[in-house]
């Protein structure tokens, strides 16, 4: 029988069943909120937090020029992840694994993973680079976004001439004793870590993140092989100096692929840790750390203290705790292990073919302002970071001042590395974060290189 009613009034007086939110809807509007009030959370307290940060850090500028340019800068008003109370890292601590936190959320692109790109979030300022290998590697610092600042990480394949989006973890700047300003990445690209002084892990690639647990703040973290190692230390810096009065250190590892780290037995003991004082090689690692050197397996074992002769021990080596001694920078190249040590007539430079069992003292480094990173590759030159420039050696005794083409910032350089014998990296120090310079022939000029 045919229905005498109208087809628009059939059709309207049909049931409607509800559409469901699409998937993670619910979530997505559960951090939203707990954002906002964060946000408002930090608000209220900021004025109170400027005022403790300038009566605790600012008489302590001049004393603590740490590698890395007295630590990575920040930006206010950035997010950031609470952190867990911490306690002083012991060789007894055993395993930590990841806990207590949410899992993992895709957050972006992975590191060299082809296929569509993004352009890099607008302002990234970065604070930290890692190469893979001679064309692929990545940046991490922070950027504008609705929040505020966020941060932003970014990848290259072509040693920095373009640049595309790269997943990066939730969490802000450094700022005591949480957020990130760090990054590494394994040679497989899939295993990643962000750290500085907190600490987040990625095993596809940056496309998602995990915020691990561990005993206090990470200063400093490599890898090599199958092995992840990080220094983790006992500190009370404020803001973005989260790795200066440090009173304890100790050495932890994990297999790549893992988020289980061990303490390394022989590689804990009072004093501080700095940037760059951890050194990875495929034949053996070095630690330098709390007027120390200490040496091990990039493997399973356990490390020991190297006590170099008397005779030829650099001053920077007396056990004292850095950097009242002055800067202090370990770097290795093949089997000979370079120490530019600073005092009250400047800078020396000294090398040790047997692991800092002896050492020879090579020369003074004429170089300008205050050391901060020091790099040497086989075949290539042995390459110095300051607060006023670059300066590279061919021999370790006669030293010059390397181009620059790009304005670098007050502060100078708080990274260099290099990659091979021609090319290399390094980063600006400054508020805000800094710039990334390459250099093509060895360290001899270096060109600032837009992360756009």
């Not at 993670?24 to 707990?34: I, N, P, Q």
């Not at 750390?289 to 008397?310: D, I, Y």
């Not at 590279?392 to 091979?420: E, I, K, M, N, Q």
């Amino acid at each position: 029988m045919t229905d005498p009613r109208d087809p628009i009034e059939r059709w309207l007086s049909t049931d409607v069943e509800l559409l469901p939110p699409p998937p993670g809807a619910y979530e997505r509007v559960h951090r939203r909120a707990r954002r906002r009030r964060s946000m408002r959370a930090l608000g209220a307290a900021s004025g109170v937090a400027v005022v403790i940060a300038a009566a605790v850090v600012l008489p302590q500028v001049a004393g603590n020029l740490l590698p890395n340019g007295g630590g990575p800068a920040s930006v206010s008003g950035t997010k950031s992840t609470s952190a867990t109370p911490s306690t002083r890292p012991s060789a007894s601590r055993g395993t930590h694994h990841a806990g207590g936190h949410p899992a993992a959320l895709p957050k972006g692109p992975a590191l060299a993973a082809g296929g569509p790109t993004e352009a890099p979030a607008a302002g990234l300022r970065p604070t930290s680079v890692t190469l893979v290998g001679t064309e692929v590697g990545a940046v991490i610092g922070q950027a504008p976004c609705a929040e505020g600042t966020c941060t932003a990480a970014a990848q290259t394949s072509d040693y920095g001439t373009v640049w595309t989006r790269l997943g990066a973890p939730d969490a802000g700047p450094a700022n005591g004793s949480s957020g990130v300003s760090q990054i590494r990445f394994n040679v497989d690209r899939t295993d990643g870590w962000a750290y500085g002084p907190g600490l987040y892990a990625t095993h596809n690639g940056g496309r998602t993140w995990r915020q691990l647990s561990m005993p206090d703040r990470v200063i400093d973290l490599s890898t090599v092989g199958g092995m992840a190692f990080a220094v983790v230390g006992t500190c009370t810096g404020g803001g973005a100096t989260f790795a200066a009065h440090c009173t304890s250190f100790a050495l932890y590892r994990t297999a790549i692929g893992s988020n289980a780290w061990s303490a390394v037995p022989g590689a804990a003991a009072a004093g501080a840790a700095v940037p760059g004082g951890l050194q990875l090689t495929s034949q053996g690692g070095y630690l330098l750390a709390g007027g120390r050197l200490f040496s091990g397996p990039v493997t399973a074992g356990a490390w020991h203290q190297v006590r170099p002769e008397a005779a030829s021990a650099p001053g920077c080596l007396s056990g004292a705790a850095q950097p009242a001694s002055g800067p202090a920078l370990l770097a290795p190249e093949g089997s000979v292990l370079y120490l530019a040590c600073g005092s009250g007539s400047g800078l020396t430079l000294y090398q040790s073919a047997d692991g800092g069992g002896s050492w020879q003292r090579t020369g003074p480094i004429a170089a300008q302002g205050t050391a901060t990173s020091l790099a040497a590759i086989s075949g290539g030159n042995i390459v110095l970071a300051t607060t006023t420039g670059i300066f590279y050696s061919a021999d370790g005794t006669t030293w010059h001042r390397a181009a620059l083409s790009g304005t670098v910032p007050p502060g100078g350089f708080a990274f260099v590395g290099l990659t091979t014998a021609q090319q290399g990296v390094a980063i600006t120090s400054g508020t805000g974060g800094g710039r990334l310079f390459v250099t093509m022939n060895g360290g001899r000029s270096w060109r600032y290189r837009p992360v756009t």
